[in-house]
């Protein structure tokens, strides 16, 4: 079925991966507004100051059979086969593949979405705070992986500024017990305020208010967690609570069949891993794995395990925490310089290329 028209939604790791891999063998639409790739795990980066690591999508693509479509899908026909964009118009498919990815949850809090920078508009919180010097203050909320990171890169980036990084739970919790100590230890270096256990309640342009009081801040970054675009659900896809598309074991629409999800889209339970959680580590594998089923591949079912998270302290340190592979935390962690040079190269090598 070589005439079939496959189209690719997103251009993120999954959707990019994908379209590249597929590419090599079969003719691919990837409809994608953005002119270069947006690489989400180094938006601590960009907002520190750092040169930002964008690649034009041309270059990523060139070499393969991908044609890109500058437009932004707004609403897709499955009846009909057909995706709507702003600038495109229509656009036909036999079979598609959704790769919209995830972007910020705000949780509904009030002034979180006018008043903080997500990791999305990470560009535009390096220009605030070049746009003025001097002593400022900094709150980051959120524990996780994305928080940490920006929280240790911009203490190092501006040590004049005070950075706090507020959680709802326990800072790097879900790291293992060396993981924790280890991380914590490097942002109290850099001058990190940890605030654990503070839920917060709204954003203002003078800070956070929480349970326990307010938090005066200059800027606000949030990065508390992510959700899925909602354009799975508005299409009519079967999608779970939290709006990931059903998925069978190989990628597919349980309500839909001529429609793929990958990546932070899709909602995959595995036996022996349960619910992959969200992020490159998950979304690259998927997008391979697909791209090379559709590329005439002979399919079986999707399998991955994981084997490690890693995490970026500044320029100076990093973590790589051993996971087991249903992604439970083994004792064993590389720190420092080692830990850091092992995420350097982790990622550079999670750039889709055909």
Known sequence: ?????????????????????????????????????????????????????????????????????????????LAARTLHTDTAGPVPYDVLVYALGSRTAFHGVPGAAEHSYPAE???ALHRRLAASPGPASLAVVGGGATGIEMAAELAEAHPERRVRLV?????????SARGQRHVRRALHRLGVTIDDGRTVTAVTPGGLETDRGPVPADAVVWAASMEPHPLAAEAGLDVTAGGQVVVDDHLRSVSHPEVYAVGDAAAVTLP????????????LPMGTYLGRVLGGRAPRPFAFSYAAQCLSLGR?????????????????????????????????AVTPRS
Not at 320 to 340: E, N, Y
Request: hydrophobic share 45%.
């Open 121 to 123: 508009r990470a560009a």
């Open 1 to 77: 079925m070589t005439d079939e028209r496959i189209v690719v939604v997103g251009a993120g790791y999954a959707g990019l991966a994908t379209a590249t891999r597929a590419g090599r063998n079969r003719e691919v639409t990837l409809v994608a507004p953005e002119e270069r790739f947006l690489h989400r795990v180094r938006q601590h980066e960009t907002a520190a100051g750092r040169p930002e690591h964008r690649p034009a999508l041309a270059d990523l693509i060139r070499g393969s059979r991908v044609t890109r479509v500058p437009a932004e899908v707004t609403a897709i026909d």
């Open 316 to 348: 100076r340190d990093g973590l790589l925490q051993l996971v087991r592979a249903d992604d439970s935390m083994r004792p064993l962690v590389l720190t420092g310089t080692p830990g850091r040079l092992v995420k350097a190269a982790i990622v550079r």
């Open 167 to 175: 959680a709802a739970g326990r800072v790097g919790g879900w790291l």
């Open 272 to 283: 022996g891993r349960g619910a992959l959680r969200m992020g490159c580590a998950t979304a």
